[in-house]
Structures are given as C-alpha cells and as structure tokens.
C-alpha cells in the first residue's frame, strides 16, 4: 500500500476514534445537564406549592381573631 495512502488511513482513523470519544463525553454531559434539570424542575414545582400555599394563608386567614398579645 501506499505510504501517503496508509497516512491518510492512519490520520482518518486517529480522527474517527477522536470524535468518538468526543461523542461519549458529550453524552455523559448531557445526561448529567438532564439531571440536573429534572432536579431543579422539581424544586421550582415544590416552591411553586409553598408560594401558593403561602398566598392563600395569607388572603384567607383562619379566623379574625386578634393575636394573642392583645
């Protein structure tokens, strides 16, 4: 085989196992990103609950009763 020929071959496949390796890191980043964001979806929903609840308490408050230092 050619030498220029088999350089080429050598260089395509030094590429090829590159961009692989590069598409296996960017998997495992992205799965990670995806974890992260189900994660915080979560604890945005939670606050989002406690925000309501918190509003709701405050617009209808249990009884007219004065607090107790009075």
């Known amino acids: 085989m ?3 020929l088999q ?4 260089d395509l496949e ?7 390796r590069m598409a ?5 980043v992205l799965f990670a990103q995806g ?3 189900d994660r915080l979806t979560a604890q945005i929903r ?3 609950d406690r925000l309501e609840a918190t509003e ?3 617009a ?3 009884d007219d009763r004065p607090p107790p230092h009075y």
């Open 2 to 4: 050619d030498p220029a």
């Open 7 to 10: 350089q080429r071959l050598a």
């Open 14 to 20: 030094s590429r090829l196992a590159h961009h692989e």
């Open 24 to 28: 296996e890191e960017m998997s495992e």
């Open 35 to 37: 974890r992260i964001i």
């Open 46 to 48: 939670r606050m989002g």
């Open 56 to 58: 709701y308490a405050i």
């Open 60 to 62: 209808s408050p249990q």
